[in-house]
């Protein structure tokens, strides 16, 4: 019974409002913002635990500066970096997250929401503590090209394993910290607040994608260009400090299929010329004629630097360091060396291109970029055509780090890897394999001694090493005469040392041998115990010496820098070769040595040094000024004003990304 004002409602339309009641409350859902910030908090808090677990893990290359660093100003520039990481790798999730419709309260959606927070970040935990030990070798965070130049070897996952057993503390890490962004992760609920508006519905989605492209570029400041890697270089002092800011998810994100040489138009191309000019037109004189069509011989050491000579280092640990390389030290005393010596990178991909085609590394290896097809002069090309035979030689498989490519592209007419090892029958095949990388140095180097005698002379060749690298292995029958040392890195030494004295040993039986000119350098430093070698200037000391066993050339230490790039022209000069080449480098026997000069670039810094002055530069602005002689340990930098130094770093430099983009690498 219904009462006098009560009107009785057809079933059919209780029924219609009833439905259209349930329609408008499941069609709009409000977000859970509370959680959503929640989850960016969590991942903020695990990039910044793996930064810390970076910096401990690195502590050598950091602690020499580690107290002239503002604190606040690192972790500024830390969530800076940080914020655009997260904002790149969890765009998804936030729009799965912030997803108007109550879809996102089903179980299903939950789930999947939650696999792609945990799967991306867990991703990014990975990228970091790996980078904490893949970065002691290159100096830097790893980039997008690390997977153009790893593309051909098959033997990497043998390394990861191996680095995951010797790096078991930070594998542990990493799950713990895997973990804390599973389990503390915290999902949308059925119990959510309902509301029939769209429109408020909508507002967290439509205020996140704002908010995510300016956390993407790096903030509102700047906004006409996104954040790049330089831009650490403004909370540090040191480039290798870059590392401390920076994160690796943002170091491979923001340089996949970036153009790394551009053009920033310092000066006028009159301006430029005068300045700097790489094309050098060489004029034969008597000592070039004295020693013209000699063989030549390159011998890249991996992992080699100054730090493990004795030669060179008499004044470490009070004068009793005798240093690991005994016999490159007896080499040193009858060769041509200089007082500095540097790489021009931090990879073995950097060193190929500078010895070789004198091509320094400038933000990515060139061969790794789309510039590599470019025309380039080189040692071995160049040879070539004034009749020389050429061939190339590394252990490791064939195409492994583009060596192949590069050496072939370079002129060398053959290439000889772990491939043709195995097929020659006189030596002991894939008994001589190292299980992980390469061809062990002493046979490796017994081979290479055979096939050059083997070549129609005069020739030029040159050889990679690679024993003295990861794994840090070394063959069975040499473990107790080159034991354990202070550091994994320095038993490898010792053998591949070892290995170059059996090498000259059979070389110097050979006919071809005094009428050989042999370069003698490294690809890159490594693993360092003393602070003077982890300095900016320190970590690219490396190795130089030019040995003639016929004695036409001076046997001394001569003042003055000599680097990577500076071989192809000063090769080239003692051979009489005098038609003209591009090479940034500079001919050492040619050039005084106040005027010598080295050029490097790591973590967004190119650094400069002449004479006793190092200047670092970001590409805007000269950032610190050291004197080396007063200050070896770069810890006290001194006000910089424009000089003549200055303006021939930026003309190298434009010279260096003009002709890259323009394919003006020969003449």
Not at 607 to 632: A, E, H, K
């Amino acid at each position: 019974m219904h009462s006098e004002n009560s009107i009785p409602i057809p079933p059919i339309i209780l029924k219609h409002n009833n439905i259209t009641s349930k329609t408008n409350n499941n069609n709009f859902e409000f977000p859970n913002i509370k959680k959503v910030l929640w989850n960016l908090l969590l991942a903020y808090i695990v990039y910044m635990l793996c930064r810390v677990v970076y910096v401990w893990e690195n502590w050598g290359l950091f602690s020499g500066g580690w107290d002239q660093l503002s604190k606040w100003t690192l972790l500024r520039g830390s969530l800076r970096f940080d914020t655009s990481a997260l904002f790149y790798t969890n765009a998804l999730y936030l729009l799965l997250a912030l997803f108007p419709f109550t879809v996102r309260t089903h179980r299903w959606w939950n789930i999947m929401t939650r696999c792609v927070y945990g799967i991306v970040n867990s991703i990014a935990v990975i990228a970091n503590l790996s980078d904490a030990v893949y970065s002691q070798f290159t100096g830097r965070r790893t980039t997008a090209s690390f997977f153009s130049e790893f593309a051909d070897d098959d033997n990497l996952g043998a390394i990861i394993f191996t680095e995951i057993g010797r790096h078991w503390y930070l594998v542990l890490t990493g799950l713990i910290f895997i973990a804390l962004l599973w389990i503390l992760y915290k999902s949308e609920k059925k119990e959510t607040k309902k509301t029939n508006r769209a429109i408020t519905c909508w507002i967290p989605l439509l205020i996140s994608i704002p908010v995510t492209l300016i956390a993407m570029r790096g903030g509102i400041i700047n906004t006409y260009r996104p954040l790049s890697l330089a831009d650490a270089a403004q909370y540090v002092n040191r480039p290798s400090e870059t590392a401390i800011v920076l994160n690796t998810p943002f170091s491979v994100i923001r340089t996949i299929g970036k153009t790394a040489f551009v053009d920033p138009k310092y000066f006028s191309d009159t301006e430029l010329e005068q300045l700097y000019n790489p094309e050098h037109y060489p004029v034969t004189d008597t000592l070039a004629t004295a020693v013209n069509k000699k063989n030549v011989v390159v011998i890249i050491l991996e992992s080699f630097g100054r730090e493990y000579t004795g030669f060179f280092n008499e004044e470490l640990e009070n004068g009793k360091y005798k240093g690991y390389t005994p016999f490159i030290d007896s080499l040193l005393g009858v060769s041509l060396t200089w007082q500095n010596t540097f790489a021009n990178g931090r990879r073995s991909i950097d060193a190929m291109p500078a010895i070789l085609s004198s091509i320094p590394m400038f933000i990515e290896p060139f061969f790794m970029t789309g510039y590599s097809l470019n025309r380039i002069s080189s040692l071995a090309g160049l040879l070539k055509d004034e009749g020389y035979s050429t061939a190339f030689f590394h252990g490791a498989n064939n195409g492994s780090m583009g060596f192949e490519n590069y050496a072939l592209s370079a002129g060398f007419e053959h290439y000889f890897g772990r491939n043709e090892y195995k097929s020659d029958t006189r030596f002991g095949g894939d008994d001589d394999f190292d299980g992980t990388w390469a061809i062990w140095d002493e046979p490796f180097l017994q081979y290479y001694a055979t096939k050059m005698s083997e070549m129609e002379e005069p020739f030029a060749t040159a050889v990679f090493t690679a024993s003295s690298h990861h794994p840090f292995v070394i063959p069975e029958q040499y473990k107790e005469i080159f034991p354990e040392e202070e550091l994994v890195m320095h038993k490898c030494i010792r053998y591949s040392d070892n290995a170059l004295r059996k090498f000259f040993a059979t070389a110097s039986q050979q006919p071809w041998f005094k009428n050989t000119i042999f370069v003698i350098t490294n690809d890159h430093t490594n693993m360092s115990n003393h602070d003077i070698y982890m300095t900016p200037q320190g970590l690219f000391k490396g190795l130089l010496l030019i040995y003639d066993p016929s004695g036409e050339l001076p046997r001394e230490v001569r003042p003055g820098i000599a680097s990577q790039i500076d071989i192809m022209p000063t090769m080239l000069g003692l051979l009489g070769y005098n038609k003209p080449f591009v090479a940034f480098g500079q001919d050492l026997m040619k050039t005084p040595a106040d005027s010598l000069w080295t050029i490097n670039y790591s973590g967004g810094i190119y650094q400069f040094m002449q004479g006793d002055t190092l200047i670092q530069f970001d590409g805007n602005r000269v950032s610190n000024c050291y004197d080396l002689l007063s200050d070896p340990y770069m810890k006290h930098p001194l006000p910089h004003h424009p000089t003549r130094m200055e303006l021939k770093m930026k003309a190298i430099i434009q010279q260096y990304m003009k002709r890259m983009s323009e394919d003006r690498l020969t003449p």
